[in-house]
C-alpha cells in the first residue's frame, strides 16, 4: 500500500497579505532601531530610509578587506531550513515571520528570562565589525556585521559554576521552514538546528551576537532577526535565528556532528591542515572572485583570527579535537 500524505501544510506566510508582511516587518524594524538608540519620532523616516542603522561605531577586530558584495552576502546562503540550495534561502525566506520574536535564556544560569528581541537589544549597543566568514565548503566572504558581543549578554545572565557549554537553538517551526518539513529539501538533517559553543569560546570578545549586516537589519535568509557569528570557525557553527541560548555541564550534541561525527566534530576550528574527509581544506574560494583568473586564497588556521584565539586551545590535539 501506498503512504498517502496529506499535501504538505501550507505556510501560514504563503497565505498571509503582502501588506501584513510589511507591517510585521515595519514593526520588527522599528523596534530593533528603536532599541539601538532612535527616538520614536524618528522611527517611520529611519525605518522608510532602507532599515539604516544611524551612527553605527565600528567596533574592535573588523578586517580591512574589501567586503563581498551586498548581492552576494544575501543570495548566496546555508540556511537549510529553507531549502539546501544556495539560492533557496533568498527565494524562499521572504515572508518568514521574525516579529514578535523572543530568545529564551535557560539552564546553569543565576538569572535565568525569556527576553523580547527589542529588550535585549536595550541592554546592548550595537557596532558594525567587518570579518571574514569561512564555510566548511571551502569558499569564503567577507561581511560587515552589525551587533554585540555574546560575551556581554553571557555575563548578564550570570552562568553557574556548573557551566560549561553554552547551546543555541534555531526556532522549530515546519509552518514556515519548508526544510523542516517531511522531504528532501532539508537534506535529511534533524531539527531544530542546534549549535554550541565552550563557555570561554562563547566568552571570546571576537563572538558576536549578529542583528545586521551592511549597516542594515539583518535579511531574512542570513539568520532574522538574530544569529551568531564566530569567525574562527567553520560557518555552520554561526547559527541562525536564535530562539533558545542553554547553559550545561555537557557538550550538546549539535546538529553536524549529529548528522556525521565522522566528518564534523564539535570544535570546528577553521584549520588548512586538517582535511575535510571528503576534501581539503588548505585552500577557499572567495565568494565573487569566481573567474577563470581568480587564484584560490589560502585558508589561515582559525580563519586568520589566531592571535586572537589560539590560546584557547593550547595544549589540545586539534586533529582529535577538530
Ligand atoms: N539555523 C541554521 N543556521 C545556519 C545554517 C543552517 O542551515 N541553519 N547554515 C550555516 C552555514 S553552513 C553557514 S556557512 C552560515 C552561512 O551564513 P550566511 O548565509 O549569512 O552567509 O550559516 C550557518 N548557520
Ligand atoms: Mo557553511
Not at 517551526?173 to 538533517?189: C, E, H, K, V
Not at 549549535?195 to 537589519?217: C, I, K, Q, W
Amino acid at each position: 500500500m501506498f503512504h498517502i500524505r496529506k499535501p504538505p501544510d501550507i505556510a501560514a506566510s504563503e497565505i498571509t497579505p503582502p501588506e501584513i508582511y510589511r507591517r510585521r516587518r515595519f514593526l520588527r524594524d522599528a523596534g530593533i532601531l528603536a532599541a539601538a538608540g532612535i527616538t520614536g519620532s524618528l522611527l517611520p523616516a529611519a525605518a522608510d530610509a532602507g532599515r539604516k542603522f544611524p551612527n553605527l561605531r565600528k567596533g574592535p577586530f573588523s578586517l580591512d578587506e574589501k567586503p563581498t558584495s551586498y548581492k552576494d552576502v544575501t543570495s548566496y546562503n546555508n540556511f537549510y531550513e529553507f531549502g539546501s540550495g544556495k539560492g533557496d534561502p533568498s527565494e524562499h525566506a521572504g515572508n518568514f515571520r521574525t516579529f514578535p520574536w523572543s530568545v529564551a535564556i535557560e539552564g546553569e544560569v543565576k538569572k535565568p528570562a525569556v527576553y523580547q528581541l527589542e529588550d535585549l537589544l536595550k541592554h546592548h549597543p550595537l557596532e558594525e565589525r567587518v570579518y571574514r566568514l569561512r564555510c566548511v565548503e571551502a569558499w569564503s566572504m567577507v561581511v560587515p556585521w552589525v551587533g554585540f558581543p555574546l560575551r556581554d549578554l553571557v555575563r548578564r545572565v550570570e552562568p553557574t559554576s556548573r557551566a560549561k557549554y553554552v547551546e543555541f537553538t534555531t526556532l522549530l517551526d515546519p509552518a514556515q521552514m519548508p526544510g523542516q518539513r517531511p522531504g528532501l529539501l532539508g537534506a535529511g538533517l534533524d531539527w531544530p538546528y542546534i549549535e554550541g559553543l565552550r563557555l570561554d569560546e562563547a566568552m571570546h570578545p571576537l563572538a558576536l551576537l549578529a542583528v545586521g549586516l551592511y549597516g542594515e537589519v539583518l535579511p531574512n535568509q542570513n539568520g532574522a532577526p538574530i544569529r551568531l557569528v564566530v569567525p574562527w570557525k567553520y560557518g555552520f557553527k554561526s547559527i541562525k535565528s536564535i530562539v533558545k541560548i542553554r547553559f550545561v555541564e555537557k557538550q550538546p550534541l549539535t546538529t553536524w556532528v549529529r548528522a556525521n561525527s565522522r566528518e564534523y566534530g564539535f570544535y570546528s576550528n577553521v584549520n588548512p591542515a586538517v582535511d575535510h574527509p571528503r576534501w581539503s581544506q588548505a585552500a577557499e574560494r572567495r565568494i565573487g572572485e569566481d573567474s577563470l583568473f581568480s587564484p584560490k586564497r589560502k585558508t589561515l588556521p582559525f580563519n586568520g583570527y589566531a592571535d586572537q584565539v589560539a590560546s584557547l586551545y593550547t595544549g589540545m590535539d586539534l586533529k582529535k579535537y577538530f
